[in-house]
């Protein structure tokens, strides 16, 4: 029997949630390929709203035990990360090949409400405002990185009035607001590229391309989701891996 989530604690009901479903999974209670309840069906079981469930199964898939299939549901897979490897990284802005010099250009910057499930990407309520930047990566005048950039609001209310273009977003964070990047986890894989992706890179509709998600934590908060679409030609992205010890 499954424990009831307890309202009266000071753990998130979103965080109580997903150590029940986590336990289901550990237990192979939910089997290795086998898919879960409807979002309606747990919001019904645990007697919860839809975006705490939609925040307990992100954060599952994010941790590598479910999956999701578009227009089929969510499946249990089988963990993919080593215990005992981490990231390690020197939080660079851009993860790519060293010695590369990039100039940038702000597309866009401003402060709207959450479209396509970005509230539940960045841990926000649907009505928590977000900082919007877009900004496109050059090299010689050549579009190579095109990057979408999403931010809670209350974290960094003035982030719009400082140089986005001429600095790094991690070092406004740090610096300025005294906030430090302690995680960020990485989602790789190839992607087409839509009409206005290709204008800006340069590329036909449906060209592939790489794409990179990104979560940015500081401590336990969310601080930034970012996209990127690069061009698979040009650079790579580095990621380097070691063991705890």
Not at 112 to 137: A, F, Q, S, W
Request: glycine share 6%; net charge negative.
């Amino acid at each position: 029997m499954d424990h009831p989530l307890d309202r009266n604690k000071s753990e998130k009901l979103y965080i109580q949630l997903y150590d029940i479903l986590k336990n289901k999974i550990e237990n192979s209670e939910w089997q290795v390929g086998s898919q879960i309840p409807t979002e309606e069906e747990l919001c019904k079981t645990y007697e919860v709203s839809k975006a705490t469930v939609r925040l307990s199964i992100l954060e599952l898939v994010r941790q590598g035990y479910l999956t999701r299939q578009q227009g089929k549901g969510t499946f249990v897979c089988k963990r993919i990360i080593p215990e005992g490897l981490m990231m390690s990284t020197s939080f660079r802005e851009l993860m790519l090949e060293a010695g590369v010099n990039f100039s940038t250009r702000v597309l866009a910057k401003t402060v709207t409400m959450p479209v396509d499930d970005i509230d539940v990407k960045l841990g926000i309520t649907e009505n928590g405002h977000i900082i919007y930047i877009k900004r496109l990566r050059l090299l010689d005048n050549e579009p190579i990185l095109l990057q979408e950039s999403y931010i809670p609001h209350y974290l960094f209310p003035s982030l719009l009035h400082d140089d986005i273009e001429g600095n790094s977003l991690f070092e406004l964070f740090e610096k300025k607001y005294g906030t430090k990047i302690t995680r960020i986890v990485d989602y790789i894989e190839i992607t087409q590229v839509t009409a206005d992706e290709g204008k800006v890179l340069e590329l036909p509709k449906g060209a592939t391309a790489l794409l990179l998600e990104q979560h940015f934590y500081a401590g336990d908060t969310q601080i930034m989701y970012m996209r990127s679409i690069k061009r698979p030609e040009r650079f790579r992205f580095f990621i380097e891996m070691e063991r705890k010890v």
